[in-house]
């Protein structure tokens, strides 16, 4: 089960070619949405009987898509629906300044 063809933009970011074998990157981005909000899969191909077939991935194991760069974030920056982050959270109370725990098997 998935998302339909319809609903989705799927753009081929790379392919390298060595003899009969290829690998591509290809991007799979909701409609309407920013490209951070899509994923990142990548493909290995091979040439056979005059057609591409897709043989694995090379990134299997590594969850959706491709590993991000060093450094970047790999949920793509972005909050689903491409709402605003806020731009403070407030800060953790003292524990100080919190009520007494109730000790388990205290009836109180």
Same mark, same amino acid.
């Given at each position: 089960?998935g998302m339909?063809?319809?609903?989705? =933009? ?5 392919? #390298? ?6 690998v591509?990157?290809?991007s799979v981005?909701?409609n309407g949405q ?7 899969i /990548?493909? #290995?191909l #091979?040439y056979k009987d005059?057609?591409? =077939?897709?043989t694995?991935r090379?990134d299997s194991?590594?969850?959706?898509g491709?590993?991000?760069a060093p /450094?970047a974030?790999p949920h793509?920056?972005g ?6 982050a806020?731009?403070? =959270?407030?800060a953790?109370?003292?524990?100080d300044?919190?009520p007494?725990a109730?000790?388990?098997g205290?009836?109180?």
């Open positions: 089960m339909p063809a319809s609903q989705v =933009t799927v753009k081929i970011d790379t392919v #390298q070619f060595k003899n009969d074998s290829a591509a990157n290809v981005i909701p920013p490209e951070a909000a899509g994923m990142k /990548g493909y #290995q #091979q005059a057609k591409w =077939t897709v694995g090379p194991g590594g969850g959706h491709t590993t991000p /450094g974030d793509g920056g909050i689903p629906g491409g709402a605003a806020p731009a403070a =959270t407030p953790m109370p003292s524990p300044s919190l007494p109730k000790k388990s205290s009836k109180q």
